[in-house]
């Protein structure tokens, strides 16, 4: 039986393995059809003079291999590469952003656990919380820059704030949402063993909106970089990616490569912050009951 056991391991093994490559090679021939599209167009549209919905050339439409090679050419002469600046920049950004998710998922989290308990709460506040959602974030930023600085709070943290606003939502009509799935005849069984509203919450209304929460989370990780970066214009913070796009928007019509790949630096450091949410979902879920044999 250890050799059976052994040799299903090994090839689970060799199926995993299978799967990072089949995995990795799908996402380089993603790539290189991006690349593909872009360089595409791009001719289609100098060669045939298009103008809609934006005038193609090499201002508006860059060769990729020029946004690349942006990365490693210096700003200054003699100074150190784009990409140096650039990864400070996301540092400096992903902080204000991680700051924001934990506080706005937390924020929701706490809301949904509310509103769950109470009918008339979640008819009555449930309306202004998606209306709140309708402002537009650039009309809110500059008050809570503001707001908070009267206080002698650090301008990073008022980003952070404002990153917040962006993630709760998500995250509170998810799980609310994930609370009220448990199965009817489960609430019915807990309550005949005279459970009390907080051991049915973490016993059985929490575990049951994960898949939920998780999906909100997805959502929340990379509105909380949007939030981030919005959130540092208002603020007039010396770095940070939004700081380098509003920095290289100025000189746009002669340097357009640098601002590419900022927006490049920006796409990643969402996807980097959606991939570790993903990782830390299958490390939470692994042990659903319907991922045990």
């Known amino acids: 039986m250890s050799a059976i056991a052994i040799e299903r391991s090994g090839g689970a093994g060799i199926g995993t393995a299978a799967r990072a490559l089949l995995r990795v090679v799908t996402l380089c021939l993603g790539l290189l059809a991006l690349w593909g599209l872009w360089e595409g167009y791009r001719w289609l549209g100098i060669r045939n003079h298009w103008t809609w919905p934006f005038l193609v050339n090499d201002t508006n439409m860059p060769h990729v291999h020029t946004i690349l090679k942006a990365f490693g050419q210096p700003l200054q002469p003699d100074g150190p590469p784009l990409r140096h600046y650039l990864l400070d920049y996301a540092v400096f950004t992903g902080k204000e952003a991680v700051a924001g998710f934990v506080l706005g998922a937390a924020i929701g989290f706490l809301i949904a656990v509310i509103l ?26 500059p008050m809570v820059v503001v707001g908070l600085g009267t206080k002698g709070v650090k301008p990073w943290v008022a980003v952070a704030v404002i990153a917040s606003y962006l993630t709760f939502f998500p995250v509170a009509i998810n799980t609310l949402r994930g609370l009220h799935s448990p199965d009817p005849r489960a609430l019915e069984l807990m309550r005949s063993y005279a ?6 919450l973490w016993r059985l209304r929490v575990p049951a909106s994960l898949p939920f929460l998780f999906s909100a989370l997805k959502i929340a990780a990379t509105a909380s970089v ?10 007039s913070l010396q770095g940070g990616l939004g700081y380098a796009i509003v920095n290289f928007n100025q000189y746009y019509s002669i340097q357009p490569a640098n601002l590419w790949a900022t927006i490049i630096v920006c796409a990643l450091l969402g996807i980097f912050f959606f ?18 044999a």
């Open 116 to 141: 769950a308990h109470s009918t008339v709460l979640r008819r009555g506040i449930l309306p202004f919380i998606v209306v709140s959602q309708t402002v537009p974030l650039l009309a809110i930023a």
């Open 195 to 200: 459970a009390g509203r907080w051991k049915v």
């Open 226 to 235: 949007i939030g981030a970066i919005i959130g540092e214009t208002p603020a």
């Open 275 to 292: 991939l570790a949410i993903v990782v830390i979902e299958k490390i939470v879920l692994k042990r659903a009951p319907e991922h045990v």
